[in-house]
């Protein structure tokens, strides 16, 4: 294990996204991974439940159109690896082209029978100069 497989499969995981590859992109996560995102009122318990948000966001227009890590850290924790990056996104969304700036964490863990890292979870927040301020 090393810092370079979580790396990779994070590429892959962004690479996927960024191509609008919507079955490369969930072949990424775990059944069991679990979403936070801001955009959305409540956490996805689990990858069927964000394939269903995604495919209605198809149906709705929505498609990747670029997606650019940056800044990528990892943090080995045994068979669970933290991997936080900036990522810089454009969308379309119902036909308008929208860039964002998000951060975002993405925790890995090996399946023991692969020894593949799949992501188990993903928190999407807005980067600190989008929030408002208090």
Do not use: K
């Amino acid at each position: 294990m090393s810092e370079q497989h979580i790396l990779e499969a994070a590429s892959s995981l962004v690479a996927a996204f960024a191509a609008n590859d919507t079955e490369a992109y969930f072949a990424a996560f775990s059944e069991d991974a679990s979403f936070v995102f801001h955009t959305c009122e409540q956490p996805l318990p689990n990858r069927a439940a964000y394939r269903e948000l995604w495919d209605s966001w198809q149906r709705d227009g929505f498609a990747v159109l670029a997606c650019t890590s940056l800044n990528p850290v990892v943090s080995l924790q045994g068979d669970v690896a933290i991997f936080y990056h900036d990522v810089a996104t454009r969308l379309r969304i119902q036909g308008e082209e929208i860039e964002s700036r998000e951060r975002e964490t993405i925790v890995f863990r090996r399946q023991p029978e692969s020894g593949r890292w799949l992501a188990c979870h993903e928190h999407l927040s807005a980067m600190p100069e989008q929030l408002p301020q208090t």
